[in-house]
Nanobody
């Protein structure tokens, strides 16, 4: 059974930093997609950052230059370093993983597996 477990959320002031971590178990995602998504109150879930099918990192425009995604294929983990946080970054952040890539030829693909989510709250 595949499980994705996130950690690292919390409350931080604007301009601060948080690091989210996701540990996958049940299968290894070294050759498929892993990434981060978020859902703010009253909004749909959006892709924040994933590794595309060529292994490059893709970022939502509003987080470029502030967030950095990284992964450890041996440990089956994916992290998201979030710097210069803004109140509009407040959301539940979800780790997602796919049986294939999560972004191919500029198109996002839905993960097959989701974590339970971790709350990130940025105060102004």
């Amino acid at each position: 059974q595949v499980r994705l477990v996130e950690s690292g959320g919390g409350l931080v002031q604007a301009g601060g930093s948080l690091r989210l971590s996701c540990q996958a178990s049940g299968r290894n995602f070294a050759t498929s997609g892993m990434g981060w998504f978020r859902q703010a109150p009253g909004k749909g879930r959006e892709l924040v950052s994933v590794f595309d099918w060529l292994g490059g990192a893709y970022y939502l425009d509003s987080v470029k230059g502030r967030f950095t995604i990284s992964r450890n294929k041996l440990k089956n983990t994916v992290d998201l370093q979030m710097n210069s946080l803004k109140p509009e970054d407040t959301a539940v952040y979800y780790c997602g993983a796919g049986d294939g890539a999560l972004r191919v030829d500029g198109q996002n693909r839905q993960p097959n597996y989701w974590g339970q989510g971790t709350q990130v709250t940025v105060s102004s």
